[in-house]
Nanobody, 117 residues
Framework: QVQLVESGGGLVQPGGSLRLTCAAS????????MGWYRQAPGKQREAVAV???????NYVDSVKGRFAISRDNAKNAVYLQMNSLKPEDTAVYYCNLYRPNWGRNYWGQGTQVTVSS
């Protein structure tokens, strides 16, 4: 099975930046969709940024202009650059891979991002 491992989370002050990395254990197919989701305490998990095949990306309104998703199929990796972080960005962030060829969803274990003074 495809395994996803996130890294780059941590504690950062408001206005700071972090870059999350999602490393896949297997090759990322060109047809795969990959994205980042987050879940704050007491809230539903939400899609933050999703990139489908071809590089088209969608962002939740609250992060537009601040976050950027990118992928490097050659390195089996997906990134989330997070700038101008706000306390409301505090959540556990999860990497997701959807493989339409197999109809399968894969999830990472999550990494904690805390934005606080």
């Amino acid at each position: 099975q495809v395994q996803l491992v996130e890294s780059g989370g941590g504690l950062v002050q408001p206005g700071g930046s972090l870059r999350l990395t999602c490393a896949a254990s297997e090759s990322i197919f060109s047809s795969d969709a990959m994205g980042w989701y987050r879940q704050a305490p007491g809230k539903q998990r939400e899609a933050v940024a999703v990139m489908r095949s071809g590089g088209n990306a969608n962002y939740v309104d609250s992060v537009k202009g601040r976050f950027a998703i990118s992928r490097d199929n050659a390195k089996n990796a997906v990134y989330l650059q997070m700038n101008s972080l706000k306390p409301e960005d505090t959540a556990v962030y999860y990497c997701n891979l959807y493989r339409p060829n197999w109809g399968r969803n894969y999830w990472g274990q999550g990494t904690q991002v805390t934005v606080s003074s």
